[in-house]
């Protein structure tokens, strides 16, 4: 079956700085979605990527999906402390199912 | 996109016990999706629910524990039954109403066990 992994697990930065977050396939993504999650709460859509080499941003991220279409990054840029939280990617397993499998997570906190 | 809500937003139940989570939608959806996610875990699928059709549960979860009910295209209920410590968890449920039918997720249900 498909596995997700993600690093770094966690993150801790200053406000300002730039960070990445990699999300790392067993298999050919169908289709890659980034999520936010503050601590506890319900998940929030950031962007879906589905095309090889495909690229869009949202506000100050960026997410790529490499061109074998088994690994994505999540880019922040300038961060700030609303963009503490855990980040997760999921993946459409494909055929046709919807069913989605997700990534371990990544938590990122923002030091003011 | 979809607004999803959920109720309750939280409890704190004793072992032995049944509890039923509800989801509504604001619009008609034909996928929707519970998921669990254990402290500190990822969010793991139990079941589809479409509606018209039984749910569809996933390796390890069985319907006597999590029945699901899809009565139309803007609500659902999983009940967690005779519960656990172990069943403490986040439930979330999920619609499938992007334009690529990308998921949009409730605010999840805080589920304590004691």
């Known amino acids: 079956s498909q596995e997700l992994e993600q690093s770094p697990q966690s993150l801790i930065v200053q406000e300002g700085k730039n960070l990445t977050i990699n999300c790392t396939s067993s298999?050919?993504?169908?289709?890659l979605y980034w999520y936010k999650q503050k601590y506890g709460e319900g998940l929030i859509f950031l962007m879906m990527?589905?095309?090889?080499?495909e690229e869009k941003s949202h506000e100050k991220i960026t997410a790529k999906l490499d061109e074998k279409k088994q690994q994505s990054s999540l880019h922040i840029t300038a961060s700030q402390p609303s963009h503490a939280g855990i980040y997760l990617c999921?993946?459409?397993?494909?055929?046709?199912?919807?069913?989605?499998?997700f990534g371990t997570g990544t938590r990122l906190k923002v030091l003011a | 996109s979809a607004v999803i809500s959920q109720k309750p937003s939280r409890d704190i139940c004793q072992r032995g016990t049944s509890l039923t989570i509800q989801c509504q939608v604001d619009?008609?959806?034909?996928?929707m999706f519970w998921y669990r996610q254990q402290p500190g875990q990822s969010l793991t699928l139990i079941a589809t629910?479409?509606?018209?059709?039984?749910?569809?549960?996933e390796s390890g979860f069985v319907i006597d524990k999590f029945p699901i009910s899809r009565p139309n295209l803007t609500f659902s209920t999983l009940t967690v039954s005779n519960m656990s410590p172990e069943d403490s968890s986040i439930y979330l449920c999920?619609?499938?109403?992007?334009?690529?039918?990308?998921?949009?997720f409730g605010p999840g249900t805080r589920l304590t066990v004691l």
């Open positions: 619009s008609q959806v034909t996928m």
């Open positions: 999920s619609v499938a109403a992007g334009e690529d039918n990308e998921q949009f």
């Open positions: 990527l589905q095309k090889g080499g």
């Open positions: 999921g993946a459409d397993e494909g055929r046709g199912t919807y069913k989605y499998i």
């Open positions: 629910a479409n509606q018209g059709s039984e749910a569809t549960y």
């Open positions: 298999k050919t993504l169908y289709g």
